[in-house]
């Protein structure tokens, strides 16, 4: 008897090692490329980035904040990829494009002047508050909807143990 729970054991614990070091594997393996990713992103950032030095005035500045936002919405969305919280990650991606165009906004309308400037630059305030207003609610919503699911998962079960004792 005493070799035979020794030897299941050896077994599960073997098991449990192979499980552990495939998940080490698969972390190492999604850390690299998640570098590579964030360095790629980087490279896109600097070409951009370039591309901007040949502008002049405000067309540079538009081009610039072109630029960074599209970095930060990549750096964003990478994020999102690996994020635990999906639907947390999912809210800030959209955030982020809504920065990415106020910013890129903003600039556009410093080509404008006096009251024309103002309007321009309260409709893209408006603009990037609504867009991260939806971002919220869609995120409370899928939460909502999780958290739903989640307690109809638990009633099943509750409803089915209750239902046993009664069927006996």
């Known amino acids: 008897m005493k ?7 050896a077994v599960a614990f073997a098991f449990a090692s192979a499980a552990q070091a495939q998940q080490k594997q698969d972390a190492s393996s999604d850390r690299k490329a998640k570098d590579q990713e964030e360095e790629r992103i980087e490279q896109s950032y600097k070409a951009d980035k370039d591309k901007c030095d ?42 982020a494009k809504a920065e990415a165009s106020y910013e890129v906004a903003k600039e556009k309308c410093d080509d404008q002047k006096g009251e024309a400037k103002d309007a321009c630059m309260k409709q893209a305030r408006v603009e990037r508050d609504k867009s991260k207003g939806k971002a919220e609610k869609t995120a409370d919503a899928k939460r909502e909807t999780t958290t739903e699911q989640r307690s109809a998962a638990g009633r099943t079960s509750d409803e089915k143990r209750t239902e046993k004792p009664k069927q006996q």
């Open 3 to 9: 070799k035979l729970t020794g030897i299941a054991l």
């Open 54 to 95: 040949t502008m002049k005035a405000n067309a540079k500045d538009v081009c610039m904040a072109e630029a960074k936002g599209k970095q930060k919405v990549a750096k964003a969305e990478l994020d999102a990829k690996y994020a635990k919280d999906k639907v947390k990650a999912e809210q800030k991606v959209k955030e």
